[in-house]
């Protein structure tokens, strides 16, 4: 039954986006199906989004598709075999798109369809703005790290659960086993970032992978450099990454340079020797002087300014998500997780997302009467509780512009209740990144018992949810938003759906003109315009 959902699924998207045909790459993370399109023209992007199951669309290196955790996994094997198909049933050219006037829709005022546009639109603006050689790098990292997300959090479940048992003393004869379950990958992670970091720069993976194996392997405790002895795993990450990129390198001048009659024994050869040379007489040395710094640079802002950091560090996460900037945070989070067991940042940004459910919690109720931005609210919240924001935020907050930055104070308060107890000694960390909201809590860990853990992380969560809902309450909206907003009629809503959206006691005051921006600056362009006529049933004037 569930393999026939996920194909039904996969079986409306695929005709929405261009056909097979029209169909290049396709991959997943997290909660996205990633395509690589031939032509973004044949792309139906309103009819996808209204597809049961699709939370949203992102339009980025790859065209995005937002299915959530979990699903996303399901839905993408499914997605490939159909499109396998459709090639091999109809090799023909890609569909015609269809002409832009067919079946255009009457005049109507702002809808949460129309509202998800324009936060595909500011993506998209800001990504050709920013599509720097320094964002661009930082995109490879991210691919790098991305595909251990999995791996990092079945790993980091375990260890939870395994820690929780050797605590209550129960099942003594099965916690080792759990405890080598939750530590294997961890102590093989190096491995695996040198072959996807091979893979990401244009090398023999297996290669990036053989050279950061040496950083593991215990025997280089043997090894003396600058007058200490080398231990297994020092440099970690940064140092697999280091070894697997000068790989690359020294893989490529051996297939400019080397024979073809000898390039099967020579470069890979001189690959391994050079690469792991420099990486163990240097680059193991410089990663773990990094990797340490890092460590204590990210104890000493916690401990010393940790109110201040959490509440920079969860106001500016979404932004810096917006400037492709967060992908940096990645390598960071994996090296404390390598070196401390987990790392403190994570649920401090994880507020930013806490922030966004209480904003869309007072766009819900500010906006009674726009029923179909009310719907989309509702089908996206439960993803949104769990840590998935995207649907809240390229089709709520961010088309909306004020809103987004009073849901950015509701992360920065919550990051600031957890950094404030990271100052009085009870720091809170994750096992693993990628999951936040309430999907973080199995993977809570820190310097205290996991009672208070639970306890500050709940807080900071309870923090960022009200502190969003009063900030875009009171101050989300200007007069001119309110009355486009609240004037939304929806031809498809049922009867007992209209009842829903309450009429408001008074009449909306009187909106500012329509040429001049918002009270919050925002252009004319990207805010809701004016309605071209009043609901059938207006609010009694006052």
Same mark, same amino acid.
């Given at each position: 039954?569930?393999?026939?959902?996920?194909?039904?699924? !996969?079986?409306?998207?695929?005709?929405?986006?261009?056909? !097979?045909?029209?169909?290049?790459? &396709?991959?997943?993370?997290?909660?996205?199906?990633?395509?690589?399109?031939?032509?973004?023209?044949?792309?139906?992007?309103?009819?996808?989004?209204?597809?049961?199951? *699709?939370?949203?669309?992102?339009?980025?290196?790859?065209?995005?598709?937002?299915?959530?955790?979990?699903?996303?996994?399901?839905?993408?094997?499914?997605?490939?075999?159909?499109?396998?198909?459709?090639?091999?049933?109809?090799?023909?050219?890609?569909?015609?798109?269809?002409?832009?006037?067919?079946?255009?829709?009457?005049? =109507?005022?702002?809808?949460?369809?129309?509202?998800?546009?324009?936060?595909?639109?500011?993506?998209?603006?800001?990504?050709?703005?920013?599509?720097?050689?320094?964002?661009?790098?930082?995109?490879?990292?991210?691919?790098?790290?991305?595909?251990?997300?999995?791996?990092?959090?079945?790993?980091?479940?375990?260890?939870?659960?395994? #820690?929780?048992?050797?605590?209550?003393?129960?099942?003594?004869?099965?916690?080792?086993?759990?405890?080598?379950?939750?530590?294997?990958?961890?102590?093989?992670?190096?491995?695996? *970032?040198?072959?996807?970091?091979?893979?990401?720069?244009?090398?023999?993976?297996?290669?990036?992978?053989?050279?950061?194996?040496?950083?593991?392997?215990?025997?280089?405790?043997? *090894?003396?450099?600058?007058?200490?002895?080398?231990?297994?795993?020092?440099?970690?990450?940064?140092?697999?990454?280091?070894?697997?990129?000068?790989?690359?390198?020294?893989?490529?001048?051996?297939?400019?340079?080397?024979?073809?009659?000898?390039? &099967?024994?020579?470069?890979?050869?001189?690959?391994?020797? *050079?690469?792991?040379?420099? @990486?163990?007489?240097?680059?193991?040395?410089?990663?773990?002087?990094?990797?340490?710094?890092?460590?204590?640079?990210?104890?000493?802002?916690?401990?010393?300014?940790? !109110?201040?950091?959490?509440?920079?560090?969860?106001?500016?996460?979404?932004?810096?998500?917006?400037?492709?900037? =967060?992908?940096?945070?990645?390598?960071? =989070?994996?090296?404390?997780?390598?070196?401390?067991?987990?790392?403190?940042?994570?649920?401090?940004?994880?507020?930013?997302?806490?922030?966004?459910?209480?904003?869309?919690?007072?766009?819900?109720?500010?906006?009674?009467?726009?029923?179909?931005?009310?719907?989309?609210?509702?089908? /996206?919240?439960?993803?949104?509780?769990?840590?998935?924001?995207?649907?809240?935020?390229? #089709?709520?907050?961010?088309?909306?512009?004020?809103?987004?930055?009073?849901?950015?104070?509701?992360?920065?308060?919550?990051?600031?209740?957890?950094? /404030?107890?990271?100052?009085?000694?009870?720091?809170?960390?994750?096992?693993?990144?990628? $999951?936040? #909201?309430?999907?973080?809590? $199995?993977?809570?860990?820190?310097?205290?018992?996991?009672?208070?853990?639970?306890?500050?992380?709940?807080?900071?969560?309870?923090? #960022?949810?009200?502190?969003?809902?009063?900030?875009?309450? +009171? +101050?989300?909206?200007?007069?001119?938003?309110?009355?486009?907003?609240?004037?939304?009629?929806?031809?498809?809503?049922?009867?007992?759906?209209?009842?829903?959206?309450?009429?408001?006691?008074?009449?909306?005051?009187?909106?500012?003109?329509?040429?001049? $921006?918002?009270?919050?600056?925002?252009?004319?362009?990207?805010?809701?315009? @004016?309605?071209?006529?009043?609901?059938?049933?207006?609010?009694?004037?006052?």
């Amino acid at each position: 039954m569930a393999e026939n959902k996920n194909r039904a699924l !996969a079986a409306a998207i695929l005709p929405l986006v261009g056909g !097979a045909a029209n169909v290049t790459t &396709v991959v997943h993370c997290m909660t996205r199906l990633r395509l690589g399109l031939a032509d973004r023209s044949l792309v139906q992007d309103e009819a996808l989004k209204a597809v049961p199951g *699709v939370m949203g669309v992102v339009e980025d290196d790859t065209y995005q598709i937002v299915l959530g955790p979990g699903t996303v996994a399901r839905v993408t094997p499914e997605f490939e075999a159909l499109v396998e198909e459709e090639r091999a049933a109809t090799p023909a050219p890609a569909p015609q798109p269809v002409p832009a006037t067919a079946g255009a829709p009457e005049p =109507h005022p702002v809808t949460a369809e129309e509202l998800a546009a324009r936060g595909a639109e500011i993506k998209a603006e800001r990504k050709a703005r920013n599509a720097t050689p320094l964002k661009l790098f930082l995109r490879r990292i991210a691919n790098i790290f991305v595909p251990l997300i999995p791996a990092l959090i079945g790993c980091g479940i375990i260890a939870g659960v395994n #820690g929780l048992l050797m605590n209550l003393g129960w099942a003594p004869g099965v916690t080792p086993a759990l405890g080598a379950l939750a530590s294997g990958f961890m102590a093989l992670i190096a491995v695996f *970032v040198g072959y996807n970091t091979a893979k990401e720069f244009g090398g023999t993976p297996i290669l990036g992978g053989a050279v950061a194996s040496i950083i593991v392997f215990p025997g280089i405790g043997d *090894v003396e450099v600058f007058g200490s002895q080398l231990s297994p795993g020092q440099g970690g990450v940064l140092g697999a990454l280091g070894a697997a990129v000068l790989a690359v390198y020294v893989e490529r001048w051996c297939r400019r340079w080397v024979p073809e009659a000898v390039d &099967v024994l020579v470069t890979p050869t001189v690959t391994v020797l *050079v690469s792991g040379l420099v @990486t163990v007489f240097g680059l193991m040395f410089v990663a773990g002087q990094i990797a340490s710094g890092i460590g204590t640079g990210a104890d000493w802002l916690l401990e010393n300014t940790g !109110a201040f950091a959490g509440f920079v560090l969860g106001g500016l996460f979404l932004p810096l998500v917006m400037l492709g900037l =967060h992908q940096a945070l990645i390598p960071i =989070h994996t090296t404390l997780i390598e070196s401390q067991g987990y790392t403190a940042l994570l649920p401090i940004l994880a507020m930013a997302g806490a922030g966004q459910v209480g904003c869309a919690v007072a766009v819900y109720l500010r906006l009674r009467r726009n029923a179909s931005l009310r719907r989309t609210i509702r089908s /996206a919240m439960p993803a949104g509780i769990l840590g998935v924001g995207e649907p809240l935020i390229y #089709g709520v907050s961010l088309p909306l512009g004020r809103p987004f930055i009073t849901a950015c104070v509701g992360g920065a308060a919550g990051g600031a209740f957890i950094g /404030a107890f990271s100052m009085l000694g009870d720091t809170v960390g994750s096992t693993a990144i990628g $999951p936040s #909201g309430w999907a973080l809590f $199995p993977l809570l860990a820190g310097n205290q018992s996991l009672g208070l853990l639970i306890a500050v992380y709940g807080g900071g969560l309870l923090t #960022g949810y009200l502190v969003g809902f009063l900030a875009t309450y +009171f +101050f989300g909206f200007s007069k001119q938003m309110l009355t486009d907003l609240n004037a939304d009629v929806d031809a498809g809503e049922s009867g007992e759906a209209r009842a829903e959206a309450e009429p408001t006691d008074a009449a909306p005051e009187a909106p500012d003109s329509p040429d001049a $921006p918002d009270a919050s600056g925002t252009p004319g362009d990207l805010r809701p315009g @004016t309605p071209p006529a009043p609901a059938p049933a207006p609010a009694p004037s006052s």
